[in-house]
């Protein structure tokens, strides 16, 4: 399993939206309209404010430019909805649809001819953080005191401050591949530092 597939799969099983979307998605694809209509009542919510963080990422998106975007995912999510397996999670699913339209909507923009960082990674990052945030009822901010202060530096930068990979190395020096590895290895790190307050609540 990769990290970005950990990151996003990270206490899935516990996430309230998880449970609920996937539900959805099951009784949507027995039929269920009313379900169908209230999934994508949920998602959309999820994925403009993905599209919005993606785009805003790149310097990037008029709210025109990101409805369209936002459609265009939610379009693929129709179409594409007979392909989800129900004994999979339904978040990361999702997300891997979206993320690829956001991919094409920048290459459109000639984007991937003007940054040094591949598009597939530089929203791998932004995809794991929010993963992150997505399934964990702790405080970021609170658990970052606690890691190298160099990993702690980069996330808040990428997570608190929405800098992109490209932006975060020139602010700190660093490589953006260095920038890229830091993001993993902390969201590595708070994973674990989850698990033990998880273990520590069970006793």
């Given at each position: ?14 996430s309230?939206d998880?449970?609920?979307l ?11 309209a009313?379900?169908?209509?209230r999934l ?25 430019a ?6 265009e995912?939610?379009l ?36 991937d ?25 702790l ?12 990993q ?12 992109s990979?490209?932006?975060?190395a020139?602010?700190t ?16 790190a ?14």
């Amino acid at each position: 399993m990769s990290l970005r597939q950990g990151s996003a799969k990270m206490d899935l099983a516990q996430s309230k939206d998880e449970q609920e979307l996937s539900l959805l998605m099951r009784k949507s694809q027995d039929g269920d309209a009313e379900s169908y209509r209230r999934l994508l009542t949920k998602v959309q919510e999820m994925l403009a404010t993905y599209v919005n963080h993606s785009l805003k990422r790149f310097r990037l998106g008029s709210k025109e430019a990101q409805d369209d975007v936002l459609q265009e995912i939610l379009l693929a999510l129709h179409q594409k909805r007979a392909t989800y397996d129900p004994e999979q999670f339904f978040l990361p699913w999702l997300y891997a649809i979206a993320r690829y339209k956001v991919i094409d909507y920048l290459r459109r923009q000639k984007l991937d001819k003007r940054s040094t960082v591949p598009l597939n990674d530089e929203l791998e990052s932004m995809e794991i953080v929010m993963s992150f945030e997505m399934s964990s009822s702790l405080d970021l901010e609170t658990l970052c005191n606690s890691l190298p202060e160099k990993q702690k530096e980069i996330l808040l930068l990428v997570k608190l401050e929405g800098l992109s990979i490209e932006e975060t190395a020139k602010k700190t020096g660093f490589s953006p591949s260095d920038v890229k590895v830091s993001v993993h290895r902390a969201i590595k790190a708070l994973r674990k530092k989850i698990e033990e307050k998880e273990e520590e609540s069970k006793k």
